[in-house]
T-cell receptor, first 118, second 114 residues
Framework: GAVVSQHPSRVICKSGTSVKIECRSLDFQATTMFWYRQFPKKSLMLMATSNEGSKATYEQGVEKDKFLINHASLTLSTLTVTSAHPEDSSFYIC??????????????FGDGTRLSIL | AQTVTQSQPEMSVQEAETVTLSCTYDTSESNYYLFWYKQPPSRQMILVIRQEAYKQQNATENRFSVNFQKAAKSFSLKISDSQLGDTAMYFCAFMNSNTGKLIFGQGTTLQVKP
């Protein structure tokens, strides 16, 4: 149980295009999902918290107009990288929180998306 | 603000031996959760073990166990009988119980040698 599907797994596109990444909780409802960015051999950096039915909360230094997050249902959050440039190339990972903040359930991670902007 | 520190960027261990990965954290909260995640070359994040801060007993999952020292804010991971499949990057993480956010340490790359 507690499977999170992230799609696509790999994207290669030209500079200036927008890219959408989907994160789905397959067998549980997730009112809260998280988006991370990871550079090679580095740690995960939290970008934003995605809340179902409300605006996402972005971490300091993350451009909300560059990284659009939509959490329209209890099982789906999307991250859109708008007008992507080579410096946006990275590994993006989502996670979904099963249960509330006070539950002892951990975050469940998707398999990540490798984004390459040419 | 909470911080998590892993002071060992790289470690290696012989197959079947035991290795301990260190982690310290800083927080003013009394209720929180701690985790160890494994990230193999496939880059999938795999939960290894978790610890509730209010529990004094150290968590154990098969070959994996933790040494949780709440007063010292230390949370080390011990891997017994290391296997080649344990080769991965390991992340210590702190979860804020108010927000659900995970704060990760810098990671430790573990190489298990045959």
């Amino acid at each position: 149980g507690a499977v999170v599907s992230q799609h696509p797994s790999r994207v290669i596109c030209k500079s200036g295009t927008s890219v959408k990444i989907e994160c789905r909780s397959l067998d549980f409802q997730a009112t809260t999902m998280f988006w991370y960015r990871q550079f090679p051999k580095k740690s995960l950096m939290l970008m934003a918290t995605s809340n179902e039915g409300s605006k996402a909360t972005y971490e300091q230094g993350v451009e909300k107009d560059k990284f659009l997050i939509n959490h329209a249902s209890l099982t789906l959050s999307t991250l859109t990288v708008t007008s992507a440039h080579p410096e946006d190339s990275s590994f993006y990972i989502c996670s979904a929180l099963q249960g509330g903040f006070y539950s002892n359930q951990p975050q469940h991670f998707g398999d990540g998306t490798r984004l390459s902007i040419l | 603000a909470q911080t998590v520190t892993q002071s060992q960027p790289e470690m290696s261990v012989q197959e079947a031996e035991t290795v301990t990965l260190s982690c310290t954290y800083d927080t003013s909260e009394s209720n929180y959760y701690l985790f160890w995640y494994k990230q193999p070359p496939s880059r999938q994040m795999i939960l290894v073990i978790r610890q509730e801060a209010y529990k004094q007993q150290n968590a154990t999952e098969n070959r994996f166990s933790v040494n949780f020292q709440k007063a010292a804010k230390s949370f080390s991971l011990k891997i017994s009988d290391s296997q080649l499949g344990d080769t991965a990057m390991y992340f210590c993480a702190f979860m804020n119980s108010n927000t659900g956010k995970l704060i990760f340490g810098q990671g430790t790359t573990l190489q298990v040698k045959p």
